[in-house]
Every structure is written in structure tokens, then in C-alpha cells.
């Protein structure tokens, strides 16, 4: 089944410490993206990346970084220089740039939570 | 500023059919989409509208008009497992989505 996975499901980041998300596809999707989703709020676009070994910030990059070495991997890594980093993280795809009608799939999420 | 609203919550009875809203205020228009998202799970397509009118897809329909900057959504007999949030994203003129915060829909026997 093509799809898009996320790991792990829960995370705990103690302070000071670097964590990285997981995010892996299998449906040939061009772009990828990280959203944080916090209570109350829409959806806020962290990081996407339209082609392998380019990614551009979004509106709330800073304390996080990406890397794009290959089609079906964009992973997240939250840095100690988030200061707020519980959240709820969405990473998802789509078969291109996202002009038109072009839909997001979307993985099942990352509770993140700081001890 | 760019602005989606929607209704925090809404509450309906199995069987009924509910509209939720959703206004915009975005620079450019190209789109707008709405997403179901269970607790804790992924968000899922359930429609788009780019041209003024109404798509009907099954007991789900969305309604558009650009000119007054609105959108609802439609979902008609309703079941227990449509509890759920429902997100309204628009994507503005460079093809940025951006989401409202979702309204909660608790479906009640």
C-alpha cells in the first residue's frame, strides 16, 4: 500500500537536546512538507521541499532543520534552539510544487512533548 | 494579514445535517480545500473548490463564492464516525496553503 509513515508516534526531547522526526513515502510524490499543529491553531508550515537535495524555510523555521538527500525521505530535526517545541508535527506530500488541484497526503502525525 | 475563519465547534445530532463555514481573507485566491482530521490521526482530503458553486461528493458537498470570500461545507446524514475536525486551507497567489484552525464537529446520538 502506498502511503506516507511517520515514527515514532510519541517523542519526549529533554532540554538541550536534539530530536529527529521520521518521514518516509512511497508514493513518487515530488514535494514534501512538516507542518506543527498546535490547539486552536491552523496548520503552520515549517519546511517543504519541492525535488531531492532542495527545501525551502516556511513561515516558522527557526529552531528546526531538514534534509532532503532523497525522494522519499524528508526528516525534521528539532533543535535545542526551539524553545517551544511541544506540538503535534504533520509531514505529508504531494506529486508536485502543490499548484492547482494538487491534494496533500498527510502521515499520522508526532506528539512531541518536552520532559 | 492573510485569515481563515472558521467556527471553533460545532455540535449536531446523528441522522441531521450540519453546514460549517468557513471566510477568507487571503492575497490571491487559487484554490480552497477541506480536510477531515480524526484526534491525534492524519488530515484527509475531502474536496476542492477553485470555481463558484457546489461540489457534491456523496453526503459530503462544498460550496464556493470567491466574490464574498466564503465556503461551507455540507455533510448530510450524519454518523457517529464524522465526528471529527474539519480544515478549511485556502492557497493564496504563490501557491501557499493557508489553514484555518479547524472546527471540532461532536456528533450526538
Known amino acids: 500500500d502506498g502511503g506516507i509513515t511517520q515514527s515514532p508516534k510519541y517523542l519526549f526531547r529533554k532540554e538541550g537536546q536534539n530530536v529527529t522526526l521520521s518521514c518516509e513515502q512511497n508514493l513518487n510524490h515530488d514535494a514534501m512538507y512538516w507542518y506543527r499543529q498546535d490547539p486552536g491553531q491552523g496548520l503552520r508550515l515549517i519546511y517543504y521541499?519541492?525535488?531531492?537535495?532542495?527545501?525551502q524555510k516556511g513561515d516558522i523555521a527557526e529552531g528546526y532543520s531538514v534534509s532532503r538527500e532523497k525522494k522519499e525521505s524528508f526528516p525534521l530535526t528539532v533543535t535545542s534552539a526551539q524553545k517551544n517545541p511541544t506540538a503535534f508535527y504533520l509531514c505529508a506530500s504531494s506529486m508536485d510544487g502543490g499548484t492547482g488541484s494538487r491534494k496533500l497526503f498527510f502521515g499520522s502525525g508526532t506528539q512531541l512533548s518536552v520532559l | 494579514g492573510q485569515n481563515i475563519d472558521q467556527p471553533t465547534e460545532m455540535t449536531a445530532t446523528e441522522g441531521a445535517i450540519v453546514q460549517i463555514n468557513c471566510t477568507y481573507q487571503t492575497s490571491g485566491f487559487n484554490g480552497l480545500f477541506w480536510y477531515q482530521q480524526h484526534a491525534g490521526e492524519a488530515p484527509t482530503f475531502l474536496s476542492y473548490?477553485?470555481l463558484d458553486g457546489l461540489e457534491e461528493k456523496g453526503r459530503f458537498s462544498s460550496f464556493l463564492s470567491r466574490s464574498k470570500g466564503y465556503s461551507y461545507l455540507l455533510l448530510k446524514e450524519l454518523q457517529m464516525k464524522d465526528s471529527a475536525s474539519y480544515l478549511c486551507a485556502v492557497r493564496d497567489s504563490n501557491y501557499q496553503l493557508i489553514w484555518g484552525a479547524g472546527t471540532k464537529l461532536i456528533i450526538k446520538p
Open positions: 473548490n477553485v
Open positions: 521541499s519541492q525535488i531531492v537535495n532542495d527545501f
